[in-house]
């Protein structure tokens, strides 16, 4: 982008207003405040070279000269080829659905489980585990995630010992082998002695949901008596937390009606405990949490609203442990590092069946979690992409039919997306989409999910620039999972920027 009466070259970029000011940002996420008059200059091709804001913006790659050009776009090239390293790596998140069944009753269930008695017809069987181990060695990421879902896995402990003891056995016979990392997502009801020693033994993580105190994690979490899960939850909570090695247990929580003006009980509920960080994530519109109680039971105001105030209250703690909130963290590495993160929900193109997929008790792959809900609740297979003992790697992951849904959900080829000024941190989930709004790419704009994100990035960047250094610090022990301690004397935030 050239002024013909300006002295230098003005390189892409995007824009919006911020707090009285004027937010620029680039193609590879590296932004830049400007009071309006010198944004003015800035794009009329008029700032001074002496001036601190052509230093700055020249040194971050917002304009150019003939001369420089070429290192520049060599700079912004490579920056661009780190925040979309997932595309490289490919398909890293394998989640293996071993059962529908379940153990509790939860009244905001997005998989729809099925009662415990059900039967085995519900199970994986031995067959189809092998042949999703066959299929997720053949893909090209040398690291691979395996996430054992349900229902409550738990209950067919016997197929995950196989499950476990398959992919080692495979993974040998390799010519490179694979770094694969475990992780079980369980309720922890039916968790013994033998199945916490083989976790131990064979370093398997502990993926379990805890949604607050007592009277909140009751409110939505029962048994299948109807009784609530809370206290037999926390106690086998803190015996794996103690059992385990450090950073082996980690808890979900969903935001409900019962808990959102509540956090702060929730994160002191977490420290008392012993988990070392908190994931704090809005209710998704699947299987039963689309029931009245739930649905649009508070609004994305209320939301952010409650996200902002526990926020402050996390850093707080953070003065004296280490104790990360996971989504701000994944956001914040988005706005101020050049790498990806790994999470699914926030990618473009969409990270459905290219950084995640699921394998369903069928054997049936597909692209997401949310599109194996969506299957259960309406038999909708839109987002199935084929059968583990009906295809190769190549025909589920290589297919016409994923081709199109990742084509559709590049971010950047979508109004308004293409120029939003917060499109190098953000994603979509076209799964997400289609359920809400019955089609893959609707006008973004519109949409909760885009209102959310856009505030959560603008009162991030806020946080980063409000000059206090022990909040930027904190922020920034949390992307570089350091304590303050470590980093404060060497690290300084707005250096990086």
Same mark, same amino acid.
């Given at each position: 982008m050239r002024n013909t009466n300006s002295n230098y070259i003005l390189l892409p970029f995007r824009f919006d207003r911020f707090n009285g000011e004027i937010l620029v940002v680039n193609e590879v996420g590296q932004y830049y405040i400007l009071p309006f008059n010198k944004f003015k200059s800035f794009i009329e091709g008029k700032l001074s070279k002496t001036s601190v804001h052509y230093k700055n913006l020249k040194s971050m790659q917002f304009i150019s000269d003939k001369i420089c050009l070429p290192d520049q776009i060599n700079i912004i090239a490579t920056a661009y080829r780190t925040k979309k390293r997932f595309l490289f790596e490919f398909t890293t998140l394998h989640m293996i659905v071993l059962t529908r069944r379940c153990n509790q009753q939860c009244s905001y269930c997005h998989v729809s489980s099925l009662p415990e008695y059900s039967g085995s017809n519900f199970d994986m069987s031995i067959s189809k585990i092998h042949s999703c181990i066959d299929i997720i060695l053949k893909s090209p990421s040398k690291d691979i995630k395996i996430e054992i879902q349900g229902g409550e896995p738990l209950l067919r402990f016997d197929l995950i010992k196989e499950l476990v003891r398959y992919a080692k056995e495979q993974?040998?016979?390799?010519?490179?082998?694979?770094?694969?990392?475990?992780?079980?997502?369980?309720? #922890?009801?039916?968790? =013994?002695?033998?199945?916490?020693?083989?976790?131990? =033994?064979?370093?398997?993580?502990?993926?379990?949901?805890?949604?607050?105190?007592?009277?909140?994690?009751?409110?939505? *979490?029962?048994?299948?008596?109807?009784?609530?899960?809370?206290?037999?939850?926390?106690?086998?909570?803190?015996?794996?937390?103690?059992?385990?090695?450090?950073?082996?247990?980690?808890?979900?929580?969903?935001?409900?009606?019962? =808990?959102?003006? *509540?956090?702060?009980?929730?994160?002191?509920?977490?420290?008392?405990?012993?988990?070392?960080?908190?994931?704090? *994530?809005?209710?998704?519109?699947?299987? *039963?949490?689309?029931?009245?109680?739930?649905?649009?039971?508070?609004?994305t105001e209320d939301f952010l609203n409650q996200y902002k105030a526990i926020l402050e209250y996390i850093i707080e703690v953070n003065k004296y442990r280490?104790?990360?909130?996971?989504?701000?963290?994944?956001? #914040?590495?988005?706005?101020?590092?050049?790498?990806?993160?790994?999470?699914?929900?926030?990618?473009?193109?969409?990270?459905?069946?290219?950084?995640?997929?699921?394998?369903?008790?069928?054997?049936?792959?597909?692209?997401?979690?949310e599109a194996r809900m969506m299957n259960y609740v309406y038999g909708e297979k839109k987002f199935c992409i084929g059968n583990v003992n009906m295809g190769s790697f190549k025909s589920i992951f290589c297919n016409d039919k994923l081709k199109k849904i990742i084509s559709e959900s590049c971010s950047e080829s979508l109004a308004p997306c293409a120029w939003c000024a917060y499109l190098p941190y953000c994603g979509l989930d076209p799964v997400r989409n289609f359920i809400k709004y019955d089609t893959i790419s609707p006008y973004m704009g519109k949409t909760e999910d885009c209102i959310r994100h856009k505030e959560m990035f603008k009162h991030l960047i806020t946080l980063i620039e409000s000059g206090d250094n022990d909040k930027i610090n904190i922020l920034w022990s949390w992307i570089t999972s350091r304590s303050v301690k470590e980093i404060a004397p060497s690290i300084n935030i707005e250096e990086y920027l």
């Open positions: 993974n040998d016979k390799l010519n490179i082998k694979k770094s694969i990392e475990f992780v079980v997502c369980t309720n #922890l009801i039916a968790l =013994n002695q033998y199945m916490l020693d083989f976790f131990k =033994n064979e370093k398997i993580q502990i993926s379990t949901s805890l949604d607050g105190p007592k009277d909140i994690h009751d409110s939505c *979490r029962k048994l299948v008596n109807g009784k609530g899960s809370y206290d037999i939850v926390k106690d086998k909570l803190k015996w794996a937390i103690n059992y385990l090695s450090k950073g082996s247990v980690g808890a979900l929580m969903t935001i409900t009606p019962y =808990n959102i003006n *509540r956090l702060k009980e929730v994160v002191d509920e977490y420290i008392s405990i012993g988990l070392d960080s908190i994931f704090l *994530r809005p209710i998704n519109p699947f299987g *039963r949490a689309t029931n009245p109680e739930f649905f649009n039971a508070y609004t280490h104790f990360p909130e996971i989504y701000t963290t994944i956001l #914040l590495t988005k706005i101020i590092t050049p790498f990806s993160t790994g999470f699914v929900d926030l990618q473009s193109p969409a990270g459905v069946g290219i950084s995640g997929v699921i394998y369903d008790v069928s054997g049936d792959v597909f692209v997401s979690d």
